[in-house]
């Protein structure tokens, strides 16, 4: 495991209780899916696997070890772990995407051969070096998303803990963006992303937690997990679409029971178009 959250209890200061005893643990070079309501504490926990906030009670190990909170234990941890927020204007400032992008390796201290290197393979990794010399605020909400991923990945973070990278894209800007985000994996990155989504995740994921009220209430494989109808009841959340149809086809005969499910609406879609 590359990072573990060991039963993280962690409180608001108007008295929220937010994490209660959470323990969770991100495989390398997986992709994690967090699902729960809002409320349920996935951005909080996000916040803590980054080191912006501090436990009351747990730990926080990365391989293996106690993280620290002093400045240079929080260099280092926030360089192997990025972290990119809901709304990309929280993260973008700078007079350029380019500048925007190559600040994290800047901020390290790195030449500037190599911040410019760090950032050209930041914007061609998410398809963006055509963006360089544009301010950010003449961007779409898409491109922001992108230019926020790229700085935190011009890092080249072992992990991207991503919160709702779903949230204000339109279907095509979804496709996009998580074909990006899966070609990251691909290339050896470990991906944690928070959503709501039940068919996001199981297309996208390979495991999944589900959170509800500031607890784990099972993580595991992706089919096993969101094919638990009581579990997701529990969550507050609905049996993907996609697998619905996979089930009932099973039922039916439709689709052999050694047969794969489908995990996309496409697939889904091409099930019902071969069935008698």
């Known amino acids: 495991m590359i990072l573990q959250a060991l039963d993280i209890a962690y409180s608001y200061p108007d008295g929220t209780s937010a994490l209660k005893g959470l323990s969770l643990s991100v495989g390398r070079a997986r992709r994690l899916a967090i699902l ?21 009670r747990g730990k926080i190990r990365l391989d293996g070890q106690a993280v620290g909170y002093q400045r240079a234990d929080l260099l280092s941890w926030r360089s192997q772990v990025g ?4 709304d990309p204007d929280d993260q973008l400032f700078a007079n350029s995407v380019g500048e925007d992008v190559g600040f994290g390796p800047r901020n390290a201290g790195l030449d500037e051969g190599r911040v410019q290197e760090a950032t050209d393979w930041a914007l061609k990794s998410l398809r963006i070096s055509q963006l360089a010399m544009r301010p950010p605020h003449a961007l779409s909400y898409g491109q922001k998303k992108r ?5 935190a990945v ?16 339109d279907a095509r800007g979804v496709a996009h963006l998580m074909a990006l985000l899966d070609h ?13 989504e039940v068919d996001l995740a199981l297309a996208h994921a390979d495991h999944v937690a589900l959170f509800y009220q500031g607890r784990v209430l099972a993580a595991g494989e992706t089919l096993d997990v969101l094919s638990d ?4 009841r529990e969550a507050r959340l609905k049996r993907p679409w996609a697998l619905e149809v996979g089930m009932k086809a099973r039922a039916k005969g439709w689709l052999h029971e050694e047969a794969p499910l489908p995990r996309t609406r496409e697939a889904a879609m091409a099930l019902l178009d071969g069935a008698p």
């Open 229 to 232: 109808e009581a579990l997701l």
């Open 147 to 151: 230019v926020a991923i790229a700085g």
């Open 83 to 86: 972290l990119v927020l809901q």
């Open 36 to 56: 729960g309501p809002n409320g349920s504490g996935k951005t909080t926990l996000l916040l803590h696997l980054n080191g912006t906030l501090k436990p009351e």
């Open 154 to 169: 011009a890092m080249r973070p072992r992990l991207l803990l991503l919160d709702e990278p779903s949230a204000g894209l």
């Open 184 to 196: 990251l994996v691909e290339e050896g990155m470990t991906l944690v992303f928070t959503t709501h």
